[in-house]
């Protein structure tokens, strides 16, 4: 799917100026800080906001040029707001069949209540009142509520975010089966990095307005302007079984053992495919394999580049591991006391990595 | 007290009629008319609204007598209105019922916009932006979520304007008269009934509009209160 957006909106001090395309396939992640025009953007894309002189295009569809103005209710995307949005004079039961209701009579049913119950495990809430549910409830709730609209485009505003710790790491493993499951493409606002990270296949990063870059997650975190918020890398592993608490994982040729993820949904859904979460800073690097250190995980890379780093006596070097971009924060010091060169065989010690 | 109601006159049963039927059309016009004025007063960003809500306010402040005159001039037959409706070969409208509800609509449009207003307010347009992510068109939503989310709001506009109505005076003497069957209402039949110095009549058809009033009134805040407790929002 490719949505095509002319918008320019001018308020006070801040102007919104677009005029992109945005390939959408799995999670796309509108990612930038506070005030920098997503929610903006995703209203403007959803109908909601109509902008003068505004044109969206949805893969063949238009949905507004001059006077052409597709409704929000034709436009067949489905919505999760930043706070609980839950329809109060309706019990979750009834809030979930909203859309499927007025849906479901025009359009093929791709997702029917009973898998999206069962995907959301909404069974033990049906009948209760939104406001008997907790936050994190509530939004997964709204997010099946979305997904039995039918729609051809989820659009996510920052749905985490009212959200305490514990409910985000409730509800974020619903968000990666939702995308793994049922295919429909995610656009989701953010400002955190780590749940973008988390969740998204790519990121579009907006600055002031304007949408600075886009492209596959992995190597945008390799912007500088990321990196700034805090250097980390993203590798794809896949999954080669456990033993005694460890799970063995593979990239490419090379492999690795973390300690095996104790969730209660481990055991029901168990991924093959592993996304690793590595900060810059948690990952060392020697000219040699080291035998006598206790870190286990050591990966052989080989160095791409160097890049500047937010503090002025380290240095971010660029590294590839079997094609994938992984990066390590050092002090300039340790890059010239080993002498550091690109092209160069190194050996890269993890650290720490937080698996999704 | 029972035996007090039994001596009531044909008159006074004839413009109690009146006065139920007054209300219940000024009520039901007003529902109709004030919801998509209160509606448009809750969204609207224009400099037109301030104007809009000072005007829907007037009869809050003006003398009745006064917005009866002005309505006397432009509906008697020679007024704007009045001498274009007899050119069309119809009745002028002062003293005469039609006349009388159009007063009445006008007197006590604050009445259902305010309460309206502001439990539209309350709601906020996010559950409308919910349900048309949903699916479902503007008359869908006025349905499936303005009316349940706002029955509260809705009930208390009918309520108070119904009252409201009941207890008008000064615009309808104004403009009505006293025309028994077309715009003698209670209010004015009391005063006729005091004029005529017929005290006894007069006090029981006081009582029973003080009691009704009341009761009315009672009913509202119970109501008020059970919503603001049950208020979702």
Same mark, same amino acid.
């Not at chain 1, 979305?146 to 514990?166: C, F, G, M, R, V």
């Not at chain 1, 070097?317 to 994938?324: I, K, R």
């Not at chain 2, 109709?32 to 809009?52: C, D, E, M, N, V």
């Given at each position: 799917?490719?949505?095509?957006?002319?918008?320019?909106?001018?308020?006070?001090?801040?102007?919104?100026?677009?005029?992109?395309?945005?390939?959408?396939?799995?999670?796309?992640?509108?990612?930038?800080?506070?005030?920098?025009?997503?929610?903006?953007?995703?209203?403007?894309?959803?109908?909601?906001?109509?902008?003068?002189? &505004?044109?969206?295009?949805?893969? &063949?569809?238009?949905?507004?040029?001059?006077?052409?103005?597709?409704?929000?209710?034709?436009?067949?995307?489905?919505?999760?707001?930043?706070?609980?949005?839950?329809?109060?004079?309706?019990?979750?039961?009834?809030? /979930?069949?909203?859309?499927?209701?007025?849906?479901?009579? @025009?359009? &093929?049913?791709? /997702?029917?209540?009973?898998?999206? =119950?069962?995907?959301?495990?909404?069974?033990?809430?049906?009948?209760?009142?939104?406001?008997?549910?907790?936050?994190?409830?509530?939004?997964?709730?709204?997010?099946?509520?979305?997904?039995?609209?039918?729609?051809?485009?989820?659009?996510?505003?920052?749905? /985490? &975010?009212?959200?305490?710790?514990?409910?985000?790491?409730? =509800?974020?493993?619903?968000?990666?089966? =939702?995308?793994?499951?049922?295919?429909?493409?995610?656009?989701?606002?953010?400002?955190?990095?780590?749940?973008?990270?988390?969740?998204?296949? @790519?990121?579009?990063?907006?600055?002031?307005?304007?949408?600075?870059?886009?492209?596959?997650?992995?190597?945008?975190?390799?912007?500088?302007?990321?990196?700034? =918020?805090?250097?980390?890398?993203?590798?794809?592993?896949?999954?080669?079984?456990?033993?005694?608490?460890?799970?063995?994982?593979?990239?490419?040729?090379?492999? /690795?053992?973390?300690?095996?993820?104790?969730?209660?949904?481990?055991?029901?859904?168990?991924?093959?495919?592993?996304?690793?979460?590595?900060?810059?800073?948690?990952?060392?690097?020697?000219?040699?394999?080291?035998?006598?250190?206790?870190?286990?995980?050591?990966?052989?890379?080989?160095?791409?580049?160097?890049?500047?780093?937010? @503090?002025?006596?380290?240095?971010?070097?660029?590294?590839?591991?079997?094609?994938?971009?992984?990066?390590?924060?050092?002090?300039?010091?340790?890059?010239?006391?080993?002498?550091?060169?690109?092209?160069?065989?190194?050996?890269?010690?993890?650290?720490?990595?937080?698996?999704? | *007290?029972?035996?007090?109601?039994?001596?009531?006159?044909? #008159?006074?049963? #004839?413009?109690?009629?009146?006065?139920?039927?007054?209300?219940?059309?000024?009520?039901?016009? +007003?529902?109709?008319?004030?919801?998509?004025?209160?509606?448009?007063?809750?969204?609207?960003?224009?400099?037109? %609204?301030?104007?809009?809500?000072?005007?829907?306010?007037?009869?809050?402040?003006?003398? $009745?007598?006064?917005?009866?005159?002005?309505?006397?001039?432009?509906?008697?037959?020679?007024?704007?209105?009045?001498?274009?409706?007899? #050119?069309?070969?119809?009745?002028?409208?002062?003293?005469?019922?039609?006349?009388? +509800?159009?007063?009445?609509?006008?007197?006590?449009?604050?009445?259902?916009? !305010?309460?309206?207003?502001?439990?539209?307010? %309350?709601?906020? $347009?996010? $559950?409308?932006?919910?349900?048309?992510? +949903?699916?479902?068109?503007?008359?869908?939503?006025?349905?499936?979520?303005?009316?349940?989310?706002? %029955?509260?709001?809705?009930?208390?506009?009918?309520?108070?304007?119904?009252?409201?109505?009941?207890?008008?005076?000064?615009?309808?003497?104004?403009?009505?008269?006293?025309?028994?069957?077309?715009? #003698?209402?209670?209010?004015?039949?009391?005063?006729?009934?005091?004029?005529? *110095?017929?005290?006894? !009549?007069?006090?029981?058809?006081?009582?029973?509009?003080?009691?009704?009033?009341?009761?009315? +009134?009672?009913?509202?805040?119970?109501?008020?209160? %059970?919503?603001?407790?049950?208020?979702?929002?």
């Amino acid at each position: 799917m490719m949505l095509a957006v002319t918008l320019t909106v001018k308020r006070d001090a801040f102007t919104l100026q677009l005029n992109n395309s945005l390939p959408l396939q799995g999670v796309t992640a509108l990612f930038g800080r506070s005030g920098c025009g997503k929610t903006t953007l995703l209203r403007a894309i959803a109908g909601l906001d109509r902008h003068a002189d &505004a044109t969206v295009q949805c893969s &063949a569809t238009i949905w507004q040029q001059g006077s052409r103005f597709v409704p929000v209710h034709q436009r067949r995307i489905g919505m999760v707001f930043q706070e609980s949005s839950l329809l109060p004079h309706l019990s979750v039961k009834q809030n /979930l069949l909203y859309g499927f209701k007025r849906l479901a009579k @025009h359009i &093929a049913v791709q /997702l029917k209540p009973e898998q999206v =119950i069962r995907l959301l495990e909404l069974a033990p809430l049906l009948e209760q009142a939104p406001g008997q549910l907790s936050g994190g409830q509530r939004q997964r709730v709204a997010l099946g509520r979305a997904l039995l609209s039918q729609p051809q485009l989820l659009l996510l505003d920052e749905p /985490l &975010a009212s959200l305490d710790q514990q409910s985000r790491s409730e =509800i974020l493993p619903f968000l990666q089966r =939702i995308a793994n499951t049922t295919g429909i493409p995610i656009l989701l606002v953010s400002h955190q990095l780590d749940d973008v990270v988390k969740l998204a296949d @790519h990121l579009v990063l907006m600055q002031h307005g304007r949408i600075h870059s886009q492209g596959p997650l992995q190597q945008q975190l390799l912007q500088p302007e990321l990196a700034a =918020i805090g250097a980390m890398s993203l590798l794809h592993a896949q999954s080669q079984g456990s033993n005694n608490h460890l799970l063995k994982l593979s990239i490419g040729q090379q492999q /690795l053992q973390l300690p095996a993820p104790q969730h209660a949904n481990t055991a029901s859904y168990s991924p093959t495919s592993y996304r690793l979460r590595i900060q810059a800073r948690d990952v060392a690097l020697s000219l040699k394999p080291l035998s006598d250190s206790s870190v286990s995980n050591q990966l052989q890379v080989s160095i791409s580049g160097f890049n500047i780093a937010p @503090h002025p006596a380290e240095t971010l070097v660029q590294l590839t591991l079997e094609g994938q971009p992984l990066q390590a924060l050092l002090t300039k010091h340790s890059v010239e006391r080993l002498g550091l060169q690109v092209g160069q065989q190194v050996y890269a010690q993890i650290k720490a990595v937080a698996l999704d | *007290m029972p035996e007090l109601f039994l001596t009531l006159s044909p #008159q006074d049963w #004839q413009a109690i009629r009146l006065t139920l039927k007054l209300c219940l059309y000024t009520t039901l016009i +007003l529902l109709l008319l004030g919801t998509p004025l209160a509606w448009w007063l809750s969204l609207s960003q224009s400099k037109l %609204r301030t104007a809009i809500q000072a005007i829907v306010a007037l009869p809050l402040v003006l003398p $009745p007598t006064v917005l009866g005159f002005y309505l006397l001039l432009l509906l008697g037959p020679h007024g704007a209105v009045g001498s274009t409706l007899q #050119q069309l070969g119809l009745n002028h409208l002062a003293f005469s019922f039609s006349g009388i +509800l159009i007063g009445s609509v006008i007197y006590s449009l604050p009445f259902t916009v !305010q309460p309206l207003l502001e439990s539209f307010r %309350r709601m906020g $347009p996010r $559950p409308l932006e919910v349900a048309a992510t +949903l699916g479902a068109g503007k008359l869908d939503q006025l349905f499936s979520v303005v009316l349940p989310l706002c %029955r509260g709001g809705f009930i208390v506009a009918a309520t108070l304007t119904f009252a409201h109505t009941m207890g008008e005076f000064g615009v309808i003497l104004m403009l009505g008269g006293s025309i028994p069957g077309e715009t #003698q209402v209670l209010s004015v039949l009391i005063y006729d009934h005091a004029e005529a *110095m017929n005290y006894a !009549q007069a006090h029981q058809l006081s009582l029973g509009l003080l009691i009704s009033a009341f009761v009315v +009134l009672f009913i509202v805040y119970g109501l008020h209160r %059970r919503f603001e407790r049950e208020a979702p929002l």
